[in-house]
């Protein structure tokens, strides 16, 4: 059976516990006074949150232990650069890499890199039209089983909204190294009509940057696909 066949409307959450491991001393201090003071502040208006000479604002979806968000927002200097998560053990984990221990209070927040703790679908609905001209989605949880697929955030629901934030000839990056969400991908992808869905690659095109899930995936065997959907004008 096709696996669109049986998809639903979206649940109100796409996500499932917000928190692993108990937190740590010093990672309950990151999210009660660091992470207010890089969060975003006017998603109506993104840029306004970033320094002058921007030449771009790229959103993260779903960033997980932050090292994706970290590295591509160091590569992009000029782009305000969102990253959006909701798990608090990731959060912390990219908190971490950008506060130093002791300046939670004081620390500069990066010029470049404000952070989204909330549902992204919130965030996509709060941007003006237009507003994003890139977009990641790596390696995000598959939800494998048949009765969450609608859990899934490459959904139609999401596909529009995430079109109508986009500049047209965007990009929206997608990898993912499960069978099941590959297969998803491939199907959901080709029955739209707002991105140009080429051929997925099998290595990690030029300008990507790798996650700690790339790296889990070779080591237990499985073969990530790395996506470049381009939004149609």
């Known amino acids: 059976m096709p696996l669109t066949t049986s998809l639903k409307s979206q649940p109100e959450r796409l996500y499932g516990r917000q928190r692993g491991h108990p937190l740590r001393a010093r990672q309950q201090r990151l ?8 969060s975003l502040k006017t998603p109506e ?32 200097p000029n782009v305000g650069y969102i990253a959006s998560e909701v798990f608090e053990n990731g959060l912390c984990s990219l908190l971490s890499r950008l506060v130093p221990e002791g300046e939670e209070e004081t620390a500069t927040p990066p010029k470049n890199l404000r952070l989204w703790a909330e549902d992204a679908r919130l965030l996509l609905k709060s941007l003006p039209e237009n507003s994003l001209d890139r977009a990641y989605l790596m390696f995000p949880d598959p939800w494998p089983k048949a009765r969450h697929a609608k859990r899934r955030f490459v ?20 990898a993912s190294d499960h069978p ?54």
Request: glycine fraction near 8%; hydrophobic fraction near 35%.
């Open 180 to 233: 099941v969400y590959q297969e998803w991908v491939e199907e959901v992808m080709h029955k739209q009509d707002l991105f140009d869905a080429p051929p997925y690659a099998t290595e990690r095109p030029e300008g990507w940057s790798p996650t700690r899930y790339e790296s889990k995936a070779f080591r237990e065997g499985r073969q990530p696909f790395y996506w470049t959907f381009t939004r149609r004008g």
């Open 31 to 38: 999210l009660e006074v660091s992470l207010p003071r890089l």
């Open 155 to 174: 959904h139609p629901e999401n596909i529009a909204l995430l079109a109508r934030a986009l500049k047209p000839g965007a990009v929206w990056r997608v």
């Open 45 to 76: 208006n993104p840029a306004s949150d970033f320094g002058d000479d921007l030449s771009g604002v790229f959103l993260e979806i779903g960033f997980g232990g932050g090292e994706h968000a970290f590295d591509q927002h160091r590569l992009n």
